[in-house]
Nanobody, 118 residues
Framework: VQLQASGGGLVQAGGFLRLSCGASGIAFGLYDMAWYRQAPGKRRELVATITSGGRTNYADSVKGRFTISRDNAKDTVYLQMNSLQPEDTAVYYC?????????????WGQGTLVTVSS
């Protein structure tokens, strides 16, 4: 199983980035997907989730700025990040959590660094 995150980089405040996470080795359509982030010295926090059925949820801090989506044909989940702020600086990780019959499976990608300069 592999989750390959990409799309991170350095951007100025107010800018945008689009993260991608391609999955292999799993039945992607039977996994709920999520993006987490971990800023230096802080705990990992949930950013956004999208269920296998396409229902989304967001942390209050990113609502209205970030959009999570998935393409089951490409086994890929995306995170469109707009109006980025310095406090969004973190390593962003994608997560795959299985639903029945894969309930209990939980996989993580390697992370991609997002740096927002003021």
């Amino acid at each position: 199983v592999q989750l390959q995150a990409s799309g991170g980089g350095l951007v100025q405040a107010g800018g945008f980035l689009r993260l991608s996470c391609g999955a292999s080795g799993i039945a992607f359509g039977l996994y709920d997907m999520a993006w987490y982030r971990q800023a230096p010295g802080k705990r990992r926090e949930l950013v956004a989730t999208i269920t296998s059925g396409g229902r989304t949820n967001y942390a209050d801090s990113v609502k209205g700025r970030f959009t999570i989506s998935r393409d089951n044909a490409k086994d890929t989940v995306y995170l469109q990040m707009n109006s980025l702020q310095p406090e969004d600086t973190a390593v962003y990780y994608c997560n795959a959590r299985g639903i029945v019959p894969y309930f209990g499976n939980d996989y993580w990608g390697q992370g991609t660094l997002v740096t927002v300069s003021s």
